[in-house]
């Protein structure tokens, strides 16, 4: 079953543009991780974020965790075309056990 | 980083024949390997675990019969989705850990099924 929630459902924003995307999850967790997935293909890891760390940055991701809101926000710097993709949050609960977001839809117009 | 290779990448059948999807982790061994059912624009729905040298262990409303897995090496998970009917169409995705306890995902290039 789907551990959490992404919003929003889709994002639609020029070349240049912040894209910034959240994610709510249920449970108490050992990491959050972001995957990105291009259309018709597998998931490529972003990003993942310990459940005692708070911010943490990769090139012009930036990812935030507050696990007292159970929520994370993935921001996405200067976007380009290239960055055109859906986005899931996975939670590690386990080790064994990954849930993914529902995702969110990203659209950078060049 | 680690690659996992999935084939096909594209089958189409008929229905009731049997469909094998193969999940090969390149140049890491694996011990777990996770299969995944992904409708269109919809997130990715856990299907079974993988282990080696032991039952999948497969998620709450998934057939074992339907989908049979075997993980019979390090490196090797196959996914087989026996009697095809045209509800199974769908993209399955596989994915994996590296043995060494690596917490990241490493995912295969999918497969999308059609059964006509």
């Known amino acids: 079953s789907q551990q959490g929630e992404e919003d929003p459902q889709a994002l639609s924003i020029q070349e240049g543009e912040n894209a910034t995307m959240n994610c709510s999850y249920k449970?108490?967790?050992?990491?959050l991780q972001w995957y990105r997935q291009n259309s018709g293909r597998g998931l490529v890891h972003l990003i993942l974020?310990?459940?005692?760390?708070r911010e943490k940055h990769s090139g012009r991701l930036r990812v935030t965790l507050d696990t007292s809101k159970k929520s994370s926000s993935l921001l996405i710097t200067a976007s380009r075309a290239a960055d055109t993709a859906s986005y899931f949050c996975?939670?590690?609960?386990?080790?064994?056990?990954?849930?993914f977001g529902a995702g969110t839809r990203l659209t950078v117009k060049p | 980083g680690a690659v996992v290779s999935q084939h096909p990448s594209r089958v189409i059948c008929k229905s009731g024949t049997s469909v094998k999807i193969e999940c090969r982790s390149l140049?890491?061994?694996?011990?777990?390997m996770f299969w995944y059912r992904q409708f269109p624009k919809q997130s990715l729905m856990l299907m079974a675990t993988?282990?080696?040298?032991?039952?999948?262990?497969?998620e709450q409303g998934v057939e074992k019969d339907k989908f049979l897995i075997n993980h019979a090496s390090l490196t090797l998970s196959t996914l087989t989705v026996t009697s095809a009917h045209p509800e199974d169409s769908s993209f399955y995705i596989c994915?994996?850990?590296?043995?060494?306890?690596?917490?990241?995902?490493?995912f295969g290039s999918g497969t999308q099924l059609s059964v006509l």
């Open positions: 994915s994996a850990r590296e043995t060494s306890g690596n917490e990241k995902l490493f």
């Open positions: 449970t108490s967790i050992n990491n």
């Open positions: 974020i310990r459940s005692n760390e």
């Open positions: 996975a939670t590690d609960v386990n080790n064994n056990d990954m849930r």
């Open positions: 140049d890491f061994q694996a011990t777990t």
């Open positions: 993988s282990n080696e040298g032991s039952k999948a262990t497969y």
